[in-house]
């Protein structure tokens, strides 16, 4: 059963634009949420991050908002750039446990 | 530069093969893992390791070993490769002291024929 679900496989975004990319959670006791981003042929590297104690976490360009009622977070990214074009996983971690777990991916494209 | 460390890159072997793909960090984590990933699908965690002498399987199964002798060393092995194999597998670290959770490699990309 999966416990992270990003039901967005692909979205395009005109560049300049705003991009949100969302993600949805079944388990109540994960405590930590993290976004990361993946080029082809590359690892996934860490973009930003939110305790289950916030709403809302912001780094430059890249906001994650937190509704832990609707089991729901979102990552908004703006103004899209061209270099924003990449796989983009959501992850969870369990309260008391050092493991993640990730939902599926959404493939962000950012056109011209 | 501390950094995670995974070889090869890419990998195409023919079935029934033993091979064994390396992850190698430098900063002196505890916590190290596996994770297989398909396109298009979540990465799952086949293996992971609090310390040395310490491994665990993850929540998919994975026909896979792994070993932690050295705290900067998680090498995994299949001892006889089959098509099915054919993924990409990624290797991170972490201590959990850092908000950025894990510290992942490159990937090796695999294919089995």
């Known amino acids: 059963d999966q416990q992270v679900k990003q039901n967005s496989p692909s979205l395009s975004v005109q560049e300049g634009r705003i991009s949100i990319l969302n993600c949805d959670y079944t388990?109540?006791?994960?405590?930590?949420f993290l976004w990361y981003k993946k080029y082809p042929a590359e690892g996934p590297t860490f973009l930003i991050s939110?305790?289950?104690?916030?709403d809302k976490n912001e780094d430059g360009r890249f906001t994650v908002f937190l509704n832990k009622s609707a089991k729901h977070l979102s990552l908004h990214i703006v103004p899209s750039q061209p270099g924003d074009s990449a796989v983009y996983f959501c992850?969870?971690?369990?309260?008391?446990?050092?493991?993640?777990?990730f939902g599926q991916g959404t493939r962000l494209t950012i056109n011209p | 530069e501390a950094d995670i460390y995974q070889t090869p890159r890419y990998l195409v072997i023919g079935t029934g093969k033993k091979i064994t793909l390396e992850c190698s960090q430098t900063m002196g984590h505890d916590k190290m893992y596996w994770y297989q990933q398909d396109p298009g699908m979540e990465l799952h965690l086949i293996h992971y390791s609090y310390g040395v002498n310490s491994t665990e399987k993850g929540d998919l199964s994975s026909e896979s070993t792994v070993s932690r002798i050295r705290t900067e060393h998680f090498p995994l092995t299949l001892e006889s490769a089959r098509p099915s194999h054919t993924s990409q597998y990624l290797c991170?670290?972490?201590?959990?002291?850092?908000?950025?959770?894990?510290?992942f490699g490159s990937g090796t990309r695999l294919t089995v024929v």
């Open positions: 939110i305790s289950s104690i916030k």
């Open positions: 991170a670290s972490s201590d959990w002291t850092e908000s950025y959770g894990y510290t």
């Open positions: 992850a969870a971690r369990e309260l008391g446990a050092q493991k993640l777990v």
């Open positions: 388990n109540s006791m994960f405590d930590y």
